[in-house]
Structure formats: C-alpha cells, structure tokens
C-alpha cells in the first residue's frame, strides 16, 4: 500500500482508503480474519490523518466488511456470498402489455407522505442540491425578469443544447444543438422516440426485465412488447438480440445502452457496437435509453450506443432526473436523422418545457460544480449499495439472490419461486415501507417472486430499520 494509490481525483480522502482495501480484499491481498494495519501504521504508510483512517475503518465496519475486537484492531470478517439473479428465457412471441393498474398502485404507495420509498430510484435524495439550485435560480430571475416565466422554444433553450450536443463530444459523436430537442424528462423522450419510429401494432423489443415506464408506453401507444433477457452480470447478450429478429418482426428495440434498471448490470462497449451493428444491418431502430449512464460505480463511463451508429439508427434518451432534479422534469433526446419528426411530435405533445428549469440546469451544469456533484453521488450510492446488501444477506442468507448492481440505484432482489412480489408488497404497505413488486417488470407476468428495493435514499436509522422489517416480512413469507 503506498500513498499513490491514493491519487484518485475528486474522491474524499476516506473513500480512497475504503476502495484501497476493499480491493486488497477481492484481489487476495487481505484474507478473511487478518488483521489490518493500525489507524497509525496506515496513516503514515498512505500519508493521511489518522481521522481519516479512522472514518474509512468505521464505514468499512457499517458495511460488514471488517469488525472491530477490543484492544486487538480491526479484521477482515468472512463474507456471506449472495448468488445473482438467474437470466430469464426467450419468450415464444410478443405479447400486449397490461401494467397501468399494478403500476398506479404503486406510484400511490411511493407518495404517501408516511411510507419509506424504498419503491422508487430517485439517486438524487441520496444527496440533494436544493440549495444550490434554489440560489441559481434565484439569480436567474433577478437577471431575467419576466423573461424567465415565458415559453421556450419547441427544441428548448439554445445554449443548454449547445452544452449537451458539446457533451457528446468526449464520446466522438458529432452532434449539433439541433440533434438535441429538451423534453418533459426521460418518459417524454422515450414517448416522442417511439412514436417516431414504430405505430400501434408494431413489435417493440424490450430487455427483460425491463423499467415499467417503458411498458406503460408500449401499453398506451398499441405495440407489442417483445422480451429480450439479460444476464445480471453482462447484460443483454448479442445471440439473443439476434434470435429475437430473426423470430420476430421487430419494428424497434428500446434498451438501457449502458446502466439496466433494474437489473443494475453494464452493457460494455463491445457489446454496444455489436449489438448496433446487428440492428442497423437489418434496419432496425435502437432507442436507447440512458439515464443512469452518469451513475456508473466501474472506472469509466461507458459510451453512448449511438457512437457507433453508421446509419443514424439510434436515438439516444437521458435526463436530468437521476443526476440533478427529477422535479425539474428536463430530459433530452439526441438524434439527427430524426431530429425534425422528433420536434413536430414534441410540439404536438406539451409544446415546450419548463424554460426557467432549463435555464437554471444549464447555468448549472456549464461549471464544474456538476461535475464535482457526481462524483459525491456516486460514491454516496456505491456506499449505500454495499450498506444495503450486506445488510440484506445478513437478514436473508441464502432464501434470496441480490444482483451486484454497476451502477444506478436500485438492486433486483429474486426469491423463491413460492414468495409472490404482490404479498410482500402489501404487507410492506402495512408498515409504510413501499417496494416494486418484480411483476411490475415485465408484460407476461414473469418475475413475481422478485423485488426491486432502492438505495438512493439518505442512509439513516429509518433506513435500515425499515430493511429490518422488510426482511422479516419476506422471511414470514417464506415460511407459510
């Protein structure tokens, strides 16, 4: 262990000494039951304050990763190992998506003021920056005026598509502000994607299992939902995307180009251009969607599937709602064979978007503090990830397989087969806890034994003891 491995930018200085020694500990370096380094042998050896040694050992305790022993030191503890979800099969044929009821009850469950929303991925109440948006927004309309209050444009406001479209740069996707039309947030954009591609009827390829949000679109607007399983560890798989055309007229695809919800599993690269590749080689359209893209917890971002379109296939969704201000409501699509059908759909849908809230985005997002402020909430949410399953293999052991999430928020939990996602929900609500039952996932009724709990939430006493009484009620569950 040598002090240069603490040179990671943007980290706190605690947080590096956490991943030095979680990696020590996965490499081999530390064995189960061996005894770290004192607070002072590490202090002088990484060339940080002891308190800093200190706060990393107390956050490794809280994740059950090491234990303190009276006047010994800290140890290594043995790791109670959870197996990922398993993949699910290719289904037979696309099915009609009816998920609006079963959805509704969840979305009521979430906004009751008393219930602990472990139901809904919202990263950013993991730490929020309402003050720093409150005062640029403040500022804005000292400056502004009236102005602030008007309509936008249609596409939306010029120089924060301009940042966007200069975004994309760092990936080599050439796009020019007008590649880039603002939306109501990442629904608006998937809704505005689909419609500009596909027509009631039409079949919809979908991973599975896949955000709700986007079977409900699917469900709305007529089309067929085709299911496409991906692994937990890899995502979705080149073979199967190729069976699932070959079978099937697909009219479209819709998939998570880099982080899955919510599988929480990491499309690589290759994979991206394997699979754009394959679609544009038999003129299928790619909607990918990317709003946890920014959330990753690997050593870099991965790229925009759109990067390796030739055919400009590929029409990339994102918002602000998982990195900023989900009630904002400021999404984005970016595509430039379908920029101008894209913008009669959205003026047809809601006209514009909120100006003053894309003003303010922009005004924040252009310095560095975004930036700065990402690199916070990923290592809150990669913290908040291992708090969560540790804390969740301790209180289920082997009944359940918790899937390892990349990124994102959310971990896909998958009981056995005689557990029903609807009891444990319901029974949740009993104790204002709310949780998405797995059903809620996938069109043809697969995934009812599972769950999909959040950790984007502020890690305090209320958390884990509703996790405590959530784990009871599965294990109830489990033995009736």
Known sequence: ?????????????????????????????????????????????????????KQAYIELERQGLIRAKPKSGYFLTQQNKSEQPKKARLPAKPITVSRQQLIEDVFKSIHQPHNLALGVA??????????????TMRRIMSVMGDKALHYGPVAGYEP????????????????????????????????????????????????SPCYFGILELIENLGMLALEVPICPE????????????????VKACVFSSTIANPMGCELTDGAKQQIVELLENNDIPLIEDDVYGDLYFT??????????????????????????????????????????????????????SSHMNQITLFEFVRTCDYDRYLVQLRNILLTNKVRMRNKLQQSLGDSVRISDPKGGAVL???????????????????????????????????????????????????????????????????KN
């Not at 991943?19 to 530390?30: A, D, H, K, P, Q």
């Not at 919202?122 to 948006?133: D, E, H, R, S, W």
């Not at 991965?302 to 201000?325: E, H």
């Open 1 to 53: 262990m040598t002090p240069s491995s603490l040179k990671e930018p943007n980290t706190y200085l605690y947080q590096q000494v956490i991943n030095l020694i979680t990696e020590m500990r996965i490499n081999g370096t530390l064995q189960t039951g061996q005894k770290l380094p004192s607070l002072r042998n590490l202090s002088n050896a990484l060339s940080v304050s002891i308190p800093t040694v």
């Open 122 to 135: 919202n990263p950013v109440a993991a730490l929020p920056i309402t003050k720093t948006l409150n005062r």
């Open 160 to 207: 924060l598509r301009r940042q966007l479209a200069f975004s994309y740069m760092e990936y080599a996707l050439p796009l020019a502000p007008d590649d880039i039309i603002i939306t109501n947030g990442a629904q608006e954009a998937l809704n505005i994607a689909l419609q500009c591609v596909a027509k009631a009827g039409d079949v919809i390829a979908v991973e």
């Open 234 to 249: 890899d995502g979705l798989s080149i073979q199967d995307v190729a069976s699932a055309i070959a079978k099937h007229p």
């Open 299 to 352: 050593e870099k971002r991965g790229s925009p599937a759109q990067k390796y379109s030739k055919k400009g296939l590929v029409i990339t969704c994102s918002s602000f709602s998982k990195t900023a201000a989900p009630a904002y409501r400021i999404g984005w699509l970016a595509t430039h064979k379908f920029s101008q059908k894209c913008a009669q759909i959205k003026r047809a849908l809601s006209c514009s």
């Open 412 to 478: 896909w939990l998958e009981f056995n087969k005689n557990i029903n996602s609807a009891d444990i929900f319901q029974l949740a609500l009993q104790h204002n806890l709310s949780v998405s039952p797995g059903t809620l996932f996938s069109p043809s009724n697969r995934y009812q034994h599972c769950i999909r709990l959040s950790y984007g939430l502020p890690w305090n006493t209320e958390l884990e003891e509703g996790l405590g009484v959530f784990a009871d009620i599965c294990l109830t569950l489990q």
